[in-house]
């Protein structure tokens, strides 16, 4: 599973937690601890995008807000 995530973020760039959960059919609360092994050895990178909007928080860890990306 790790190594499918990998290709699909060669293959595709920068893609959300959301939209990698879709594809690999996977709850995103079991994706995540995934995604983070993956950051942990330099494989990927997350980048969170900011808020375009005043919010009351939380948006930082939203499926549809945090991004993975190929190194």
């Known amino acids: 599973m790790l190594s499918?995530?990998?290709k699909l973020l060669n293959e595709?760039?920068?893609l959300s937690v959301q939209e990698?959960?879709?594809?690999?059919?996977i709850e995103s609360s079991a994706l995540r601890p995934m995604l983070e092994?993956?950051?942990q050895k330099g494989?990927?990178?997350?980048?969170?995008?900011p808020c375009k909007k005043a919010c009351a928080g939380g948006c930082r860890e939203s499926?549809?807000?945090t991004f993975y990306k190929p190194v």
């Open 4 to 6: 499918s995530i990998v």
């Open 37 to 39: 092994v993956l950051e």
């Open 12 to 14: 595709r760039g920068a």
């Open 43 to 49: 494989k990927i990178l997350k980048v969170q995008m």
């Open 20 to 25: 990698i959960s879709l594809v690999n059919g």
């Open 63 to 65: 499926d549809s807000m």
